[in-house]
C-alpha cells in the first residue's frame, strides 16, 4: 500500500489530530449517506433497533472504498463484534497497518463537577489521616511517658515438709484439684456470676453457699465473715472448691460458653500424713490467709499468702514458706490482669526435722483418749487432757499430745465456718488449744517435791519426822488431807510418797511466820515462791512454739496488784452475793470469799501459804513446766529450755542446719535435796499413791513420779501424773494431766504408765 493521503484542507495546513475535530467544525454525513438508509457497509444491532455502539473510530485517511460511512457516535467497532475488531488489529499489525485509533471523549460539565467532589473528598480524607496519626503519636509518647498500672502478685514458694526425727513426714504438699473463677466475672455481672457458681456447684456436688461466699473479698459491703469470703488477692482467680472430684471439674472446662471464666487447675496444698496413726494438730498447727497485720509487719508477704497460724508452721513460717516468687501484671481500670510484664521464680522452703517421735506422738494420744473415756465410764466428765514427753538430757519434745483433738486436714483448702465453729467452740473443748502448753491448771501434789526443797531451805531438816494428822487447824480453818486420814508421824520422804497435805500446811505456816505472816512487806523474800520460779514456774519455758502460756506464782507482788484491780467487783459481791448461782453451797462459799477480800484480799495470810505448798490457790502451771521442773530434778539440777524443732534442710542440697538448744540454768536446790527427792519420787510408784498403777511395769524400767489430784471450784478434780524413767539414768520426762479426771492415780497414772511402756520399746 503506498502512503496515506493527505486530509483535505489545503497543502499548508496543519494535519488534524486522529479522532478530533476541529473545534467548531460542523459534522457532515459521510457520502451517500441517505435519511432513513442503512449505508452501505454498516451493520445494525443483531437485536435491530439502531446501530450497535463502540469505539468511535479516530478521523484520518479511510480505505479506499465507494461510499464507506463515517463512523458516528455510538457506531460498532469496524468490524462489528469485538472479536473480529481483535482479529482486525491483528491483520493490521501484520499488514504493517496501524491499529483503528480509539475514541477519546470530550470532557463534560458533569464530569467537572464529579473531579471536584473527589478532590474535596481526597483533601477531606487525607486531613482526617493526618489527624489521626498525630493522635496516635501523641497518644504513644504519652503513654511512653507515664507508668503501666500494674499490680505485683506474690508467687508462693513450695512450702518446705515437717518431719518427726526418724523422717516421718508429719506435714507435707500434695497436688489439689482446684475450681477458679477470674474476678472479672463477678466485677461485670454479679447475679450472673452468681448463676454461674451455683451451676458450678450442682455439677461438683456441693453446696452452693459454700462457693457464693468466696466470690465476695472480705471487707466488702455484703460479705459474709471469714473464712467465708474470699481474702486474697483480687488480681488472682478465686479459688471456689478444692480437692474436687478431677472427672467432675474437666466436665466444666469442656463447657466454656457455659461456665465463662472457669478454670480448672492443679495446686499444691498442705497435707498431714498422720504416720503412725500420729495427729499432733496443736504442735504441727495450720496456715490461714494474711491479714491487714501480718502484711505491715512483714512487706514480703501478699494478700494472698498463706502463713502458719499456730504451732511449728508459725513458729517457722519463714523458713518453711521459702522466698516467695514476683509477677508483675498489667491491669485495666477495673483492676483486671491484661498482661504479665515480668517474673521472678520462687524458691522452695526448707524442710523441718523434729525430735517428735510419731511412736511416741500416737501412743500418747491414743492413751489419752483411752484413759479419758475409761473416766467418764467411773461418771468423771473427763473433758480435756495433755501429755508432755521430753528427753532431760537435751530438752528435746518426743510428743506433746492434747484432747480434745481434730484433725489438722479440715484446713486444706480453707476451712468451713461450720469446721471452724466447731474448733474454737468452748462447749466442744476448744479443740485448737494445746492443753500441753497453753493451758495451765492447779499443779495439785506434783508441787510437793518442790515445797520439800522450799521447806530445807527455810530451815526444815531432812532427816526429821512430821505430823501427818487427818485435819490441820490455820486461824478459824480447818485444813483436811485430801483423803482425811492421819499418818501420825513421817519424814518428808514418805510425805511426798502417800501425798500428806497436812504436812506441808504446817511447813509452809512456819515459814509464812518467819517471813512476817500478813505484816511483810511485798518485797519480802518467799522460799516456796522462789523455788518454783528457780524450777520454771511462772514464766515461759522457752518452748519454739507460740502461745505457751507462762502460768502464775501467786507472790505477795501479784497479790497486791489484783486486789487493787478487782476491789470494785469484790465489794460489791460481797453486799449482793451471787444469786445467779444456782448451787447453794457454791454461792455461799463465793460471797465468804468476797467479803474476806474486800478489804483485806491484798494480804498474803496463812491460808494462801498453805495452799500453795500444795499445788492448790492461784497457782497455776502448765503440763510442759512440769516436766521441765522434773527433768531438773532428774538430771541433776539443770533445768533445759525444751526444744520441738532439730534441724532445718534444703530440698535441692541437701544441705543441713542444726536448730540451736535454748539456754539452761541451774535450779535452786541443794543436791542433797535433789538425791532426797530422786528417792521420794521412786518411792510414789512402788510404795505410795501410785504404786497400784505400775506394779506391771517390768523391773528393768524404773519409773519416779508424783499423783496430784487438783480442786477447783465449781469443777470436777484435776488428774495429773508427773514422771520419769529409768529412775537411775532418766532418758525421758512423761507429764499427764486430765481436767476433770478424778484423782492422779487413776486417770492420769495410767496414761504416763501407756507412755512409758512405749518409751521402753524403743530400746
Given at each position: 500500500m503506498g502512503p496515506r493521503p493527505r486530509p483535505a484542507g489545503g497543502g499548508g495546513a496543519r494535519p488534524a489530530r486522529p479522532g478530533l475535530r476541529r473545534r467548531g467544525a460542523a459534522r457532515r454525513p459521510p457520502a451517500g449517506h441517505?435519511?432513513?438508509?442503512?449505508?452501505?457497509?454498516?451493520?445494525?444491532?443483531?437485536?435491530?433497533?439502531?446501530?450497535?455502539?463502540?469505539?468511535?473510530?479516530?478521523?484520518?485517511?479511510?480505505?479506499?472504498?465507494?461510499?464507506?460511512?463515517?463512523?458516528?457516535?455510538?457506531?460498532?467497532?469496524?468490524?462489528?463484534?469485538?472479536?473480529?475488531?481483535?482479529?482486525?488489529?491483528?491483520?493490521?499489525?501484520?499488514?504493517?497497518?496501524?491499529?483503528?485509533?480509539?475514541?477519546?471523549?470530550?470532557?463534560?460539565?458533569?464530569?467537572?463537577?464529579?473531579?471536584?467532589?473527589?478532590?474535596?473528598?481526597?483533601?477531606?480524607?487525607?486531613?482526617?489521616?493526618?489527624?489521626?496519626?498525630?493522635?496516635?503519636?501523641?497518644?504513644?509518647?504519652?503513654?511512653?511517658?507515664?507508668?503501666?498500672?500494674?499490680?505485683?502478685?506474690?508467687?508462693?514458694?513450695?512450702?518446705?515438709?515437717?518431719?518427726?526425727?526418724?523422717?516421718?513426714?508429719?506435714?507435707?504438699?500434695?497436688?489439689?484439684?482446684?475450681?477458679?473463677?477470674?474476678?472479672?466475672?463477678?466485677?461485670?455481672?454479679?447475679?450472673?456470676?452468681?448463676?454461674e457458681v451455683r451451676a458450678v456447684a450442682d455439677v461438683l456436688g456441693l453446696e452452693a453457699d459454700d462457693l457464693l461466699g468466696r466470690t465476695w473479698l472480705c471487707g466488702e459491703d455484703g460479705a459474709p465473715a471469714a473464712p467465708s469470703c474470699w481474702a486474697g488477692s483480687p488480681q488472682v482467680p478465686v479459688p471456689l472448691a478444692t480437692d474436687v472430684d478431677p472427672a467432675r471439674a474437666l466436665t466444666l472446662v469442656e463447657r466454656p460458653e457455659r461456665f465463662p471464666g472457669v478454670a480448672v487447675t492443679s495446686e499444691p496444698v498442705r497435707s498431714y500424713p498422720r504416720p503412725e496413726g500420729a495427729s499432733a494438730a496443736q504442735v504441727l498447727g495450720y496456715l490461714g490467709r494474711v491479714g491487714p497485720q501480718d502484711l505491715s509487719a512483714d512487706p514480703t508477704l501478699a494478700a494472698d499468702d498463706l502463713v502458719g497460724r499456730a504451732g511449728l508452721e508459725q513458729q517457722y513460717d519463714r523458713e518453711l514458706r521459702g522466698t516467695p516468687g514476683r509477677t508483675v501484671v498489667a491491669v485495666d481500670a477495673r483492676g483486671l490482669v491484661t498482661r504479665v510484664v515480668s517474673r521472678t521464680e520462687p524458691v522452695p522452703g526448707r524442710d523441718l526435722v523434729t525430735s517428735l517421735d510419731a511412736v511416741v506422738q500416737a501412743s500418747a494420744e491414743a492413751a489419752l483418749a483411752h484413759e479419758m473415756a475409761r473416766a467418764r465410764t467411773r461418771g468423771w466428765p473427763a473433758d480435756s487432757g495433755g501429755v508432755v514427753v521430753l528427753d532431760p538430757r537435751d530438752g528435746a519434745v518426743a510428743a506433746l499430745a492434747s484432747a480434745p483433738t481434730y484433725?489438722?486436714?479440715?484446713?486444706?483448702?480453707?476451712?468451713?465456718?461450720?469446721?471452724?465453729?466447731?474448733?474454737?467452740?468452748?462447749?466442744?473443748?476448744?479443740?485448737?488449744?494445746?492443753?500441753?502448753?497453753?493451758?495451765?491448771?492447779?499443779?495439785?501434789?506434783?508441787?510437793?517435791?518442790?515445797?520439800?526443797?522450799?521447806?530445807?531451805?527455810?530451815?526444815?531438816?531432812?532427816?526429821?519426822?512430821?505430823?501427818?494428822?487427818?485435819?490441820?487447824r490455820i486461824g478459824d480453818r480447818d485444813f483436811r488431807n485430801h483423803e482425811t486420814t492421819a499418818h501420825g508421824l513421817i519424814t518428808l520422804r514418805r510425805a511426798v510418797e502417800i501425798s500428806c497435805d497436812t504436812v506441808f500446811y504446817a511447813l509452809a505456816e512456819r515459814a509464812w511466820q518467819q517471813e512476817g505472816g500478813v505484816s511483810a512487806a511485798a518485797s519480802t523474800p518467799d522460799p516456796f515462791v522462789d523455788t518454783a520460779r528457780g524450777l520454771g514456774l511462772g514464766a515461759r519455758t522457752g518452748i519454739d512454739l507460740p502461745h505457751e502460756s507462762a502460768g502464775r506464782v501467786p507472790d505477795r507482788a501479784w497479790r497486791k496488784a489484783t486486789w487493787e484491780e478487782q476491789r470494785g467487783e469484790l465489794c460489791r459481791r460481797a453486799r449482793t452475793g451471787y444469786p445467779e448461782v444456782t448451787d447453794r453451797e457454791r454461792r455461799t462459799f463465793l460471797t465468804e470469799v468476797a467479803r474476806e477480800n474486800c478489804e483485806h484480799g491484798w494480804q498474803l495470810r496463812a491460808g494462801d501459804a498453805a495452799n500453795f505448798a500444795i499445788g492448790q490457790g492461784d497457782l497455776l502451771a502448765t503440763p510442759l513446766q512440769m516436766a521441765v521442773a522434773y527433768g531438773a530434778i532428774a538430771d541433776g539440777g539443770t533445768a533445759r529450755t525444751p526444744r520441738v524443732a532439730a534441724a532445718l534442710v534444703d530440698p535441692a542440697s541437701g544441705a543441713r542446719s542444726v536448730v540451736a538448744p535454748g539456754p539452761t540454768r541451774a535450779v535452786p536446790i541443794a543436791a542433797p535435796t535433789l538425791r532426797y527427792l530422786?528417792?521420794?519420787?521412786?518411792?510414789?510408784?512402788?510404795?505410795?499413791?501410785?504404786?497400784?498403777?505400775?506394779?506391771?511395769?517390768?523391773?528393768?524400767?524404773?519409773?519416779?513420779?508424783?499423783?496430784?489430784?487438783?480442786?477447783?471450784?465449781?469443777?470436777?478434780?484435776?488428774?495429773?501424773?508427773?514422771?520419769?524413767?529409768?529412775?537411775?539414768?532418766?532418758?525421758?520426762?512423761?507429764?499427764?494431766?486430765?481436767?476433770?479426771?478424778?484423782?492422779?492415780?487413776s486417770t492420769a497414772g495410767p496414761v504416763a504408765r501407756a507412755v512409758h511402756l512405749t518409751l521402753r520399746g524403743l530400746g
Open positions: 441517505r435519511s432513513g438508509r442503512r449505508a452501505p457497509g454498516r451493520r445494525c444491532h443483531p437485536r435491530g433497533g439502531g446501530p450497535r455502539r463502540g469505539p468511535r473510530r479516530a478521523a484520518g485517511p479511510r480505505r479506499p472504498g465507494p461510499g464507506r460511512p463515517a463512523r458516528g457516535r455510538g457506531a460498532l467497532p469496524p468490524h462489528g463484534h469485538p472479536r473480529r475488531a481483535r482479529r482486525a488489529a491483528r491483520r493490521r499489525r501484520r499488514a504493517g497497518r496501524p491499529p483503528a485509533a480509539v475514541r477519546v471523549r470530550r470532557p463534560t460539565a458533569h464530569h467537572g463537577r464529579l473531579v471536584a467532589l473527589v478532590a474535596v473528598v481526597v483533601l477531606v480524607f487525607t486531613g482526617l489521616v493526618g489527624r489521626l496519626g498525630q493522635v496516635q503519636l501523641a497518644g504513644a509518647a504519652a503513654a511512653g511517658a507515664s507508668p503501666l498500672d500494674t499490680r505485683t502478685l506474690v508467687v508462693p514458694a513450695l512450702r518446705g515438709r515437717i518431719l518427726d526425727r526418724a523422717g516421718r513426714v508429719l506435714a507435707e504438699n500434695r497436688v489439689s484439684t482446684v475450681v477458679t473463677l477470674e474476678r472479672r466475672v463477678v466485677a461485670d455481672d454479679r447475679p450472673a456470676a452468681e448463676a484433725d489438722p486436714n479440715v484446713w486444706t483448702g480453707g476451712i468451713s465456718a461450720d469446721d471452724y465453729r466447731a474448733l474454737t467452740d468452748p462447749a466442744s473443748g476448744t479443740p485448737l488449744l494445746s492443753r500441753a502448753t497453753d493451758v495451765a491448771l492447779a499443779p495439785a501434789s506434783t508441787m510437793k517435791p518442790a515445797s520439800v526443797a522450799a521447806a530445807v531451805s527455810a530451815g526444815a531438816s531432812l532427816s526429821g519426822t512430821y505430823d501427818c494428822p487427818a485435819v490441820y530422786r528417792g521420794a519420787l521412786v518411792g510414789v510408784t512402788t510404795t505410795g499413791t501410785a504404786a497400784g498403777v505400775f506394779r506391771s511395769v517390768p523391773d528393768d524400767w524404773t519409773i519416779a513420779g508424783k499423783t496430784g489430784t487438783g480442786e477447783v471450784v465449781g469443777r470436777r478434780d484435776t488428774s495429773w501424773f508427773v514422771s520419769y524413767a529409768p529412775a537411775e539414768r532418766p532418758r525421758w520426762v512423761v507429764a499427764a494431766v486430765v481436767a476433770q479426771g478424778g484423782n492422779g492415780g
